[in-house]
């Protein structure tokens, strides 16, 4: 380390130029408050390129006196050191001079610095081309012995000095390694493990990009197996196109070929065979039109026969009833006389005659009433089996309206068949209410249809909104109901929701929300529960409703014929009453009668046994007519029904024959084109592709060609479904990807093994370090402890652990204790000692660093060290500065007590600058000497 011999300025802060001695161990700089004390260490500061105190930089000095440059120029001391080597070599000199000039350039300060061999003046530098810059300067002063820390040292504020014994055990062992150099080799060290790691992480970081060229890499042979994949499936598709499809067409074209030959020699063999079973049911024909012809030629001759006897009957019945009629006559006559002869009560008479006329009025009356219905129930019967409506007279009424209008429309009724008959009285109830709904085929009319609703009161919708059905539920009304067309959606929806079950039990079991009905008709809803069942006289939907009416109305037909028989014969016998009583009532002779007509009854009384036979006679001819002619007829229609059955087999088998010989001869002919076909499609392939091993072989693979024609759709489907890459140059991509990925992995390889063993060459080599960093650790302790000694102060020096561990040397610290007055040991800053205290303790720890065997000497600013000391300390402290051998530059107000300069060797005086002076005056030194003080 250099000592300061003299120091010069220029222009600097309000000083033009002074030169002062500093060859003293201890200089003490002495003025009032604003005299420039910390101005003049500023100036020592920056010609050693150190921070200015509290901020300050060296332009605020140089732009005060508005001068356009600024000189500092030092002496140094350049003795060779313990080690052989002088602090600035290759200056061989003992003295060296280091210079600082400042300049303004391009509207700014600029500084710049010089070393120089020997003592030169500032216009000897004026001309020295060797000028360089701060960090080369500052590189050139750490060789010297200027360290950072050092320099971070002597760049204390004012009032810190003792800021050293504020370190903590850490930062204090920083600082011993920095002074001694060893916090360099440690940070090489840390450097070298720094750039090992960032080796590391590039080593890393190429891994990383191994990982994404492994990535590419992948993805690379997943397009490349994309690429393989889908050649492959076009190369089925086209192979399976251009090839197996070709054949399996002909094989199968061939398979049919083989497989239509029986069948073809069948055919015509059974169409041979049922030609000649046609012949014979001609024949057959033939024969029975014979017969038949034969029996109608009998039954018209049995029906002329039995006309004529059936005449001679009637007129024999005629005759009877005449003969019966005249005797009945002789009866009625008879029981007048005898009236007449007895008496009669001729009220008694006419009141029977007004009743029995009147019967006879009511029996007529109803008689009509029956002709009546009855000819109306026969023209429904006939209605109905035609297939007209078997509506109520308002709902035909609406409906005749609608057609008058051009409205086409339909009922429900019509729409509705019910597919199962145990349902029906079931299906009844649900749809009953619904039964004579209009739907209209046309939604354009509905308007017009409402409007002939409402004129005509018609009380059931009329409806326009159709919708197709929706899917049965399972076990649904819906399923039991067969719609000719669309209904309104409501209706299938209100079907599909109601549930059939069997038993009232079963449905309770359902759900508490779902609709059901049982097979008898009891119907369970939102509602609640109530019977719907219909009975079957009542149906109004589907075939079974007509079959019931019709059934309905032949009854009724049956009942009003017997009743109309019944009412004739009343009449005839109250006609003959009433024609009795008239003759008593008129007084006619009954016995005059008698007596006139005596012959007649006579006659008839004689020949009504003959007429009585011969009527039986004639009965019993004419029923054997009709009997002879039944048999006629039932023959006949047996023969009618037998031709007709024959004719419709003919016809049959004629049509079937016409269309089988039709479709052999399309057979046939499809079969001779196949077999063209088969040729012609064979001609071109290779014979390995048709033989029957090959046959064989595909048909084990492909049952037929349609499976052929799906494993192309599926390949097809499969191509057009997937992403597939195409191009064929990601084969080559992958093997340059493949080639890089080899090559980096390779060289990561190499590399990690030249990193592990310069990893491991570190590591050693720090590890034999450890005993150098010991080494200073004990000399920087032993230092510490002199200093004590000298100080009167036991200093104790904790050795850190030092271990070759990252971890373990970041935490390691210095921990230093003293005892002042032995009143025990205290810690660097545990908040027990004094203010002179604390300043002993940074002395020791400061000045401990500058004692080494190898560098001699050294300096050190301290900006008024005794601004907290008592009398007692400061001669303490001076004491101490005395006993060591470095050179202080102290600073301190000149209010202090004298003591201050007991131990100075030199005393630097500054003063203020006057107000009407533009120069501050230079500043004064005291030299002691052993005569006295020289000025």
Not at 118 to 138: C, H, K, S
Not at 453 to 466: I, S
Not at 901 to 909: A, E, R
Request: charged share 35%; glycine share 6%.
């Amino acid at each position: 380390m250099f000592k300061f011999l003299k120091l010069e300025v220029v222009h600097w802060d309000y000083w033009e130029r002074f030169s002062l001695p500093l060859e003293a161990d201890v200089i003490t700089i002495v003025g009032p408050n604003g005299s420039g004390k910390t101005t003049l260490l500023d100036a020592l500061r920056t010609l050693l390129c150190i921070e200015c105190s509290a901020g300050r930089d060296y332009k605020r000095y140089v732009r005060r006196n508005e001068k356009p440059f600024s000189w500092l120029r030092a002496v140094v001391v350049n003795e060779r050191q313990a080690s052989g080597l002088r602090p600035f070599f290759p200056f061989l000199s003992e003295r060296v001079t280091l210079a600082c000039q400042i300049r303004k350039r391009g509207g700014d300060w600029q500084r710049q610095y010089l070393l120089a061999d020997g003592d030169v003046a500032i216009e000897g530098l004026e001309g020295n081309g060797n000028w360089i810059g701060v960090r080369d300067y500052r590189q050139l002063l750490e060789r010297a012995g200027l360290t950072h820390a050092i320099r971070h040292v002597l760049a204390l504020e004012q009032g810190e000095t003792d800021k050293l014994c504020e370190y903590t055990p850490r930062q204090l062992l920083e600082l011993v390694f920095s002074v001694f150099g060893d916090q360099e080799v440690l940070d090489n060290y840390q450097k070298a493990k720094n750039e090992q790691m960032v080796i590391g992480r590039e080593l890393d970081k190429l891994e990383e990009d191994l990982s994404g060229l492994g990535l590419r890499l992948r993805e690379a042979e997943a397009k490349v197996n994309s690429f393989l994949a889908w050649k492959d499936i076009t190369g089925e598709i086209d192979t399976l196109s251009t090839e197996t499809l070709p054949r399996a067409e002909l094989a199968e074209l061939y398979e049919r070929i083989i497989s239509n030959r029986a069948p073809l020699r069948k055919k015509r063999t059974d169409l041979m065979v049922r030609r000649r079973n046609f012949e014979d049911l001609q024949e057959n024909l033939r024969r029975l039109l014979q017969l038949l012809e034969a029996v109608e030629k009998k039954m018209q001759e049995l029906e002329l026969a039995a006309e004529k006897a059936q005449k001679d009957s009637d007129y024999r019945r005629d005759a009877v009833r005449d003969t019966e009629r005249t005797l009945n006559d002789k009866k009625g006559l008879e029981e007048r006389c005898r009236l007449q002869k007895e008496g009669f009560d001729a009220p008694a008479l006419a009141a029977e005659q007004s009743d029995r006329r009147e019967k006879l009025e009511a029996n007529r009356f109803e008689l009509k009433t029956v002709r009546d219905k009855l000819m109306a129930l026969r023209e429904r019967i006939a209605a109905l089996k035609a297939g007209k409506s078997i509506e109520p007279e308002f709902v035909l009424d609406f409906r005749r309206a609608l057609a008058e209008a051009n409205i086409s429309h339909c009922l429900l009724t019509d729409i509705v068949e019910v597919v199962e008959p145990d349902w029906q009285k079931t299906m009844e109830g649900v749809l009953g209410p619904f039964a004579r709904i209009v739907l209209l085929k046309d939604p354009a009319d509905r308007q017009r249809a409402w409007e002939l609703g409402e004129e005509m009161r018609y009380r059931h919708f009329v409806a326009t909104d159709r919708s197709s059905l929706p899917k049965a539920a399972a076990g649904s009304m819906l399923q039991v109901v067969r719609f000719l067309e669309p209904p309104p959606a409501w209706v299938a929806d209100l079907l599909n929701n109601i549930r059939r079950v069997e038993s009232v039990k079963e449905g309770s079991s359902l759900p508490q929300g779902m609709s059901w009905v049982t097979r008898e008709g009891y119907h369970r809803e939102h509602r609640g529960g109530r019977y719907i069942g219909v009975e079957a006289d009542k149906f109004r939907f589907g075939e079974a409703a007509v079959k019931n009416v019709i059934t309905e109305a032949e009854r009724e037909s049956a009942e009003l014929k017997d009743l109309e028989r019944e009412l004739s014969e009343e009449n005839l016998e109250l006609g003959r009453r009433i024609g009795e009583i008239q003759s008593l009532l008129a007084g006619i002779d009954a016995a005059q009668q008698l007596t006139s007509r005596s012959a007649e009854f006579a006659q008839a009384e004689k020949e009504l046994p003959t007429l009585l036979r011969r009527m039986k006679e004639a009965e019993a001819f004419a029923a054997d007519g009709k009997s002879k002619l039944k048999e006629a007829q039932k023959k006949f229609h047996q023969y009618d029904k037998e031709q007709n059955l024959l004719v419709d087999r003919i016809d049959r088998e004629q049509k079937s024959i016409e269309g089988e010989s039709t479709e052999f001869l399309n057979q046939r002919k499809q079969q001779v084109e196949r077999i063209v076909q088969y040729r012609t499609r064979r001609r071109p392939m290779p014979l390995g592709w048709y033989t029957r091993q090959a046959r064989e072989e595909l048909r084990a693979q492909y049952e037929s060609v349609e499976s052929v024609r799906r494993d192309i759709e599926r390949l097809k489907r499969r191509l057009q479904e997937g992403t597939w890459v195409t191009d064929p140059q990601v084969v080559e991509i992958q093997d340059k990807i493949h080639a890089d990925y080899a090559d980096l992995e390779k060289t990561i390889d190499g590399r990690r093994v030249v990193h592990g063993l310069h990893v491991k060459a570190t590591d050693e080599a720090r590890e034999s370090y450890m005993n150098v960093l010991r080494a200073t650790v004990r000399h920087y302790s032993r230092n510490v402890r002199s200093l004590g000694e000298l100080a009167g102060i036991v200093v104790a020096v904790d050795p850190p652990h030092l271990v070759n561990e990252d971890l373990a040397l970041a935490q390691a610290g210095l921990n230093v204790k003293f005892d002042f007055d032995r009143k025990g040991m205290i810690g660097l800053n545990d908040g027990e000692a004094s203010g002179g205290q604390q300043v002993m303790k940074s002395l020791i720890l400061l000045i401990g660093l500058l004692m080494d065997e190898t560098r001699a000497g050294g300096f050190v600013f301290i900006d008024e060290p005794f601004a907290h000391l008592d009398v007692f300390n400061i001669d303490k402290v001076g004491a101490f500065l005395e006993a060591t051998r470095a050179q202080y530059v102290l600073t301190t107000p000149n209010t202090h007590n004298v003591n201050v300069f007991k131990k100075s060797d030199l005393t630097l005086v500054t003063q203020k600058r006057r107000h009407t002076e533009k120069w501050a005056p230079p500043v004064a030194f005291l030299r002691r000497v052993k005569e006295g003080i020289s000025l």
